[in-house]
C-alpha cells in the first residue's frame, strides 16, 4: 500500500473501535511508537488520551524534559508509547534534544508520530525535516486544527502528505477529533502496510555537498547499509561526540550491521580527514545546514497553509501589556497577588473544618483507644504521629488546595512563558541563560522538578548557575509556611478586613524576593566560580488557550496538591515519633531536644531566630512541609505549655490563629523572628529531594555542595543583618 493524498487509500474516515488504555508500559509488547515534536505542540495531552496516564500538560515550553513511557491497545496489537521531550532540533545541543535524537536514532521506533501545532505549522516544519532524516516511518500530527480553523488558517493535509513523503493527519489530542484515524494510519506504518518515500533536505551546494558526499560514501564503505548515512556525515562535520562514540561501538548501536574489517582503524582515518574539513569551513557550517532547512519548510508551509499567522490578533493585544516592559511586570505582581489573596482568605474556615474533625473528634477517640497502651507507645503513636500529621493536613491542605489550582489555570491559559518573557533580560544581565527564566518559573512548583528542566539549557556553565540558584524560588512546600506566619504576625498588625492584603503583599514580596535574590545569585556566580559568556536563545510565546477548568482543577488537585500533602504526611509521621522521642527522653534531667536546641540558640540568636528554630530546620530537611509543625510540637513539649487550646501539651485548636500565636511569641518569638523565619525559609539550603536530584544532574560532590551550602550561606547573611540592624535600632 503506498502513501497519496494526506490519507491511506483505504482508511476509513469513520470511528475506529478499539482503543484500550494501559497506563504504564508493560514489560512485553508488540510495536514501539515514539511521540516527538516542537514544544507545546500537544504531545503531552496525547500521550494522556493514548494512554489513560495523567502526565501534566502546560501550556509553556519545557514541560517534558524526560522521555515518559506509557502504552495501549489498538485492535489485536500492544503498542508502548515514548513521549519524548519537547524539542527544537534534532541538532543536539542540550541534553532534550539529545534525548529526542539518541532515542529516534538508536532504539529504532517501529513508528513515529510527529506533533505539530496547526496554528505554527510553518516553525514546526523545521523540525518534521530533521526527524525524517533520520526515520522512515514516520506520520504527521497536525494537532489543534480546530483552533486553526477558528483563525481562518486553512491546511492541505493532502499536499503536505505528498511533499513531505509521508502520512499527515489532522486532529485535536483535546477534543479527540481525528484520533482514531491517526491510530490506525500509525498502526498500519508500524505493520509495514504503508510505504514512506520522506523528503530529505538537499545537501548545502558547492563545496559543503562534496564533502558530505565524500564522508557519506566513507561510512558506507566502512559500515554496509548503514541507514541516513548523509545525515550522520552532516553530523560528524558538526563534531557530534555522541555519534562518533556510536560509530566506535556498531555492535551497540548498529547491531544489525557488519562493519568492514578493520572499521576502527578506517574511522580514525575518516574522522582525521573531517577534522582537516572542519578546520576548512569554518564555524558558518551549521547555519548553512539550518538555513536550508528553514528554506525548505517555508516553501513547504507557502503551498500549504492558506492564511497563516502565528498569533491571532487577540493574541497580540494581550501580549503588549503582559509583556510590557512597564505593564507586564505591573500584571505579574497583580495576579500573584491575586492568587494569594484568595488563597489566604479562603483557607481559614476549611483549616477549622478539618481541625474540628482531626483534633477535636479523632484525637479523643485515637487516645481512649489506646489507653490501656504503654505510654510511651500511645505518646508516640497520637501525641506525635498523629498530632503532627493532623496539624500539617488541617493547614497545608485548605491552602495548597486553592493556591495550586490557580496558579495551574494561569499555566495552562499560557502565561507563565511570558513571565520568562518579561525575567529574560534581567538574566542576561545576571549573566545567566535566557531559559533560567522558564526554570525558576517553575521552581514556583518544585524545585526538584525545576532542577531536572534546567536540561533545555545548552550551556553547561550557565546550567549549573540555574542549579544552584533554583532554590530561591518559593517552591510548594514553603507557600504554607509564608502565608500562615504572614497571616499570624503581619496580618495582626492592621484591622482585620485589611489583614488578607497586608498578608497577601507580604508573601508577594518574599516571592518576589527570592527572583530578585536569584538574579543576584546568578550576576554573582558568573563574575566569580562560573565566569563565561552569555548564551543567545529563543523563546516561542504559546498561544493563549482558555483552560478546561474542571480538568484543570482535578489534575491541579491530583498532580500537586494531594502528591505534595501526601509527601508532607509521609514525612511528617516519623518526624512526628522523633519529636516525641527527642522531647521525652532525657539526658541530666534535660531533654535531647532541649540539649540541642539550647546548642543552636548562639546561632538562632545571630539569626533573630532561636535554637527551636533551627531544630526544625535541621529536622526539616527531608522536606519543607514539615518545618513548622516541627517548630509547634517542639515548642508544646520543650514548654509543657498549657494555653487556651493547648491542654496537657497538646495542640488541640489548630485553627485558632490566635492560640498558635501566644504560642510561638511564648517561646520569645517577635514581629522580627516571624520575618526572619520568611527569610530564612525562603534562602536556606535544598530539601533532600532535591539535593539528591541536583547530584543526579550534576553527576559532582563539589556542585551538589555548592548547591546546598549557597542558599544557607546567603540566608545566614541576610537574616543575621537583618538582626543586627533591629538589634541597633532599639539600642
Known amino acids: 500500500m503506498s502513501w497519496s493524498g494526506g490519507r491511506c487509500e483505504t482508511c476509513s474516515l469513520a470511528s475506529v473501535e478499539g482503543l484500550t488504555k494501559l497506563g504504564e508500559a508493560p514489560d512485553s509488547y508488540d510495536f514501539l511508537i515514539a511521540l516527538a515534536g516542537n514544544p507545546n505542540t500537544g504531545k503531552s495531552t496525547l500521550f494522556n488520551r493514548l494512554t489513560g496516564l495523567n502526565q501534566h500538560t502546560g501550556n509553556w515550553p519545557g514541560k517534558t524534559v524526560e522521555k515518559k513511557e506509557g502504552a495501549f491497545r489498538f485492535g489485536e496489537f500492544t503498542y508502548k508509547l515514548v513521549d519524548l521531550p519537547g524539542t527544537y532540533s534534532l541538532m543536539a545541543h542540550s541534553e532534550d534534544e539529545e534525548i529526542a535524537r539518541n532515542f529516534l536514532l538508536f532504539s529504532k521506533p517501529d513508528a513515529t508520530i510527529i506533533v505539530t501545532d ?9 523540525l518534521v525535516l530533521q526527524i525524517l532524516s533520520v526515520t522512515d516511518k514516520a506520520v504527521v500530527a497536525v494537532n489543534m486544527i480546530d483552533e486553526a480553523e477558528k483563525n481562518r488558517i486553512r491546511i492541505d493535509t493532502r499536499h503536505l502528505a505528498r511533499r513531505l513523503g509521508v502520512p499527515v ?18 498502526g498500519d506504518l508500524a505493520m509495514g502496510k504503508i510505504i514512506t518515500k520522506p523528503l530529505r533536505p538537499d545537501l548545502p551546494a ?10 557519506s560514501h566513507a561510512l558506507e564503505s566502512i559500515f554496509p547499509k548503514i541507514p541516513q548515512s548523509e545525515w550522520l556525515a552532516i553530523r560528524l562535520l558538526s563534531a557530534d561526540k555522541t555519534i562518533e562514540n556510536a560509530l566506535r561501538q556498531p555492535e551497540i548501536y548498529f547491531p544489525h550491521i557488519q562493519p568492514a574489517e578493520n572499521f576502527k582503524a578506517k574511522l580514525d582515518a575518516l574522522l582525521k580527514k573531517i577534522l582537516e574539513y572542519r578546520t576548512e569551513i569554518g564555524d558558518n557550517f551549521y547555519d548553512v545546514v539550518t538555513e536550508n532547512i528553514y528554506a525548505l519548510a517555508s516553501e513547504i508551509a507557502s503551498e500549504c497553509i492558506d492564511g497563516k499567522k502565528t498569533h491571532t490578533l487577540m493574541d497580540q493585544k494581550i501580549d503588549y501589556y503582559v509583556t510590557h516592559r512597564v ?14 489573596w484568595i488563597t489566604i482568605s479562603g483557607a481559614n474556615y476549611p483549616s477549622e473544618l478539618l481541625n474540628e474533625l482531626l483534633v477535636g473528634k479523632l484525637y479523643p477517640f485515637f487516645k481512649a483507644y489506646v489507653s490501656g497502651w504503654p505510654d510511651w507507645l500511645s505518646g508516640i503513636l497520637v501525641d506525635g504521629i498523629w498530632l503532627t500529621v493532623a496539624w500539617v493536613i ?28 518579561n525575567l529574560d533580560k ?48 518559593l517552591c510548594n512546600g514553603r507557600w504554607p509556611t509564608q502565608i500562615l506566619l504572614a497571616t499570624l504576625f503581619l496580618g495582626s498588625l492592621v484591622p482585620k478586613q ?12 518574599i516571592a518576589v524576593l527570592g527572583v530578585a535574590f536569584s538574579f543576584l545569585g546568578s550576576w554573582w556566580l558568573s563574575k566569580t566560580l562560573l565566569r563565561g559568556e552569555v548564551s543567545a536563545f529563543y523563546l516561542e510565546l504559546p498561544p493563549y488557550r482558555i483552560p478546561d477548568f474542571k480538568k484543570t482543577v482535578y489534575t491541579s488537585m491530583v498532580d500537586r496538591t494531594l502528591v505534595v500533602l501526601w509527601r508532607a504526611v509521609v514525612f511528617a509521621a516519623p518526624v512526628g515519633a522523633l519529636i516525641w522521642i527527642l522531647t521525652h527522653v532525657n539526658a541530666g534531667g534535660v531533654s535531647l531536644a532541649e540539649h540541642l536546641s539550647n546548642a543552636l540558640e548562639p546561632i538562632g540568636k545571630i539569626m533573630g531566630l532561636n535554637g527551636i528554630i533551627l531544630l526544625a530546620f535541621l529536622i526539616g530537611i527531608p522536606a519543607n512541609e514539615i518545618i513548622i509543625p516541627s517548630v509547634i510540637m517542639l515548642i508544646i513539649l520543650i514548654y509543657k505549655v498549657n494555653l487556651q487550646g493547648i491542654e496537657a501539651g497538646v495542640l488541640t485548636d489548630i485553627g485558632d490563629s490566635a492560640t498558635l500565636r501566644k504560642l510561638f511569641e511564648l517561646s520569645g518569638w517577635t514581629l522580627l523572628t516571624a520575618i526572619n523565619f520568611m527569610l530564612f525559609s525562603l534562602l536556606h539550603n535544598p530539601c533532600s529531594t532535591t539535593i539528591y536530584t541536583i547530584y543526579k544532574e550534576t553527576r559532582s560532590v563539589k556542585w551538589t555542595m555548592v548547591s546546598t551550602l549557597f542558599p544557607l550561606l546567603t540566608g545566614f547573611i541576610v537574616t543575621a543583618t537583618i538582626a543586627l540592624l533591629a538589634r541597633l535600632g532599639t539600642g
Open 327 to 340: 505593564y507586564g511586570f505591573l500584571i505579574m505582581f497583580f495576579l500573584l497577588g491575586l492568587i494569594l
Open 118 to 126: 496547526a496554528m505554527r505549522l510553518e516553525r514546526n516544519l523545521n
Open 206 to 215: 558547492g563545496k559543503l555537498q562534496a564533502m558530505l558526499k565524500e564522508i
Open 498 to 509: 485589611w489583614s488578607g492584603v497586608v498578608s497577601m503583599l507580604m508573601v508577594t514580596g
Open 426 to 473: 534581567l538574566y542576561k544581565k545576571s549573566g545567566a541563560h535566557g531559559k533560567q527564566a522558564l526554570t525558576m518559573t517553575m521552581g514556583f512548583g518544585c524545585n526538584a522538578a525545576a532542577v531536572i528542566s534546567t536540561r533545555i539549557i545548552d550551556s553547561p556553565r550557565e546550567r549549573l548557575i540555574a542549579i544552584i540558584t533554583n532554590n530561591f524560588s
Open 394 to 421: 488541617s493547614v497545608m491542605l485548605p491552602p495548597m488546595a486553592i493556591f495550586f489550582p490557580l496558579f495551574t489555570l494561569l499555566e495552562d491559559f499560557g502565561y507563565l512563558p511570558r513571565v520568562a518573557f
Open 169 to 186: 493527519v489532522a486532529i485535536s489530542a483535546r477534543s479527540g477529533y481525528g484520533v482514531d484515524e491517526l491510530l490506525k494510519t500509525t
